[in-house]
């Protein structure tokens, strides 16, 4: 009983610190926001790579097929924290800012010799950012000068709440499913003031909330290429949709002398949604002590409209439009080493995790690509042996992340992943003699 309540008040731990923000990057202000990595800690380790992993030991939500092989008379529960630095440059200024996050809480247990389950919570976007620039307009007719200043903030996202399963019809192969919640907000707002007082404080405010549904099915399938090597293969497939939310631009004119505020309200209907993704990936495994593979994934954001305000002919709109993603295309190598993974020596246990990515961009900025991805990340699983435990493993890992565009923001973020899995034995029955 224990157990479940620790599980529980975990689980809470994460919904709260899913409420905060998980970045300080400008370039969450287009879009949905940050794409989140939704991995866990030992994919992380591998820069998230993840289709073809069959662990026993630890939660692959990136393929929901893989909950089939978790090992019988086990709960596993892991759950994740991040810390990062960003350094961002722009027109040769350089500033630094840092942010840490709960990043997921994930269990699995077996339900059957063939079908495990698996359960947990973890963010989709992030939207964080807080900047200005300022101007100086000049008047060369009557030789005066007006300061103008543009404010840009935002925040929110959207998280995911999710239950999955998967099943072996028969050795090697198996089928999976997650059915998830998505839900969250965000407000994104610009504000244009002016040192002279004659002129009007233009604020425009974007809000959304989302409350809906996402389907994830996984495939994956293991072949035996000898003694000490086989092969697996796995496939993924997201269900892109709407999410029957109703996006709102306000505009907020302010009289600066007399603080009096004009406000127009623009909305569209159905205005959101998530693109259909497709991933593929393998891993070789020799012995459960060498296993490299790889991953690519698609989304077709191409294919996603988004809401946008402009100006035409003095007339104001507020309406879709099927300009502002491109599709994402995402290809990750990595591998994991571990000398002996049943071992009875400390250093014989411990998994030395590497990987790399490059992704192109998902948004379009001012009708051009935004900024591509480029990462790489080395990790440990840290076995915890005592007593009363020895399949327990802490997974940390560190990333170095860069994303650029050109005449855009350049981003070099370095980023600490801490994750830990508990794999207790729950469902043994004793015997008394």
Not at 104 to 120: E, L
Not at 167 to 192: C, H, Q
Not at 389 to 417: G, Y
Request: a positive charge; glycine letters at 10%; hydrophobic letters at 35%.
């Amino acid at each position: 009983m224990k157990k479940i309540v620790c599980s529980v008040l975990m689980a809470l731990m994460a919904i709260a610190g899913m409420a905060q923000s998980g970045t300080n990057s400008p370039y969450s202000q287009y879009g949905l926001g940050q794409l989140s990595e939704q991995t866990s800690g030992f994919n992380r380790g591998m820069n998230g790579l993840g289709y073809g992993f069959r662990e026993h030991n630890q939660v692959n939500f990136l393929n929901p097929a893989s909950y089939a092989s978790i090992d019988s008379l086990t709960f596993i529960f892991d759950a994740g924290i991040s810390g990062h630095i960003t350094n961002f440059k722009e027109g040769g200024k350089s500033k630094n800012a840092q942010n840490a996050n709960f990043e997921y809480a994930v269990a699995a247990f077996k339900v059957g010799k063939r079908v495990g389950v698996s359960f947990g919570i973890l963010p989709y976007t992030n939207v964080g950012y807080n900047y200005s620039n300022t101007q100086t307009l000049y008047d060369n007719l009557y030789g005066t000068k007006t300061t103008t200043t543009n404010l840009y903030s935002g925040s929110g996202g959207l998280h995911q709440v999710y239950l999955g399963a998967g099943w072996m019809p028969f050795k090697g192969f198996s089928i999976g499913a997650n059915v998830s919640y998505l839900w969250g907000d965000y407000e994104r707002s610009i504000t244009n003031s002016y040192s002279d007082a004659n002129v009007n404080t233009l604020s425009k405010i974007y809000t959304a909330t989302v409350n809906n549904y996402k389907l994830d099915f996984g495939v994956q399938y293991t072949a035996k290429l000898s003694k000490r090597d086989e092969l697996t293969v796995g496939l993924t497939y997201g269900l892109g949709h709407k999410l029957n939310a109703d996006p709102m631009c306000k505009i907020i004119s302010t009289n600066s002398q007399t603080t009096v505020s004009d406000t127009t309200t623009y909305s569209v209907a159905n205005g959101l949604a998530v693109p259909s993704t497709f991933g593929a990936g393998f891993v070789w495994n020799r012995e459960n002590r060498l296993k490299i593979g790889a991953d690519y994934s698609l989304q077709k954001w191409s294919s996603v409209e988004f809401p946008y305000y402009s100006v035409v002919n003095e007339k104001p709109t507020y309406q879709l439009s099927d300009k502002a993603f491109t599709d994402r295309h995402k290809l990750t190598i990595g591998g994991d080493y571990c000398p002996r993974e049943r071992g009875n020596k400390f250093f014989q246990r411990v998994h030395y995790r590497f990987g790399a990515s490059y992704a192109t961009p998902y948004l379009r900025i001012n009708g051009q690509d935004g900024p591509k991805e480029i990462s790489v990340s080395a990790g440990v699983g840290v076995p915890i042996m005592n007593k009363w435990n020895s399949r327990s493993m802490l997974n940390v890992s560190a990333q170095w992340v860069r994303q650029d565009a050109k005449s855009l923001l350049t981003e070099n973020t370095f980023r600490i992943n801490i994750g830990l899995t508990f794999n207790e034995r729950w469902f043994a029955k004793w015997k008394v003699e």
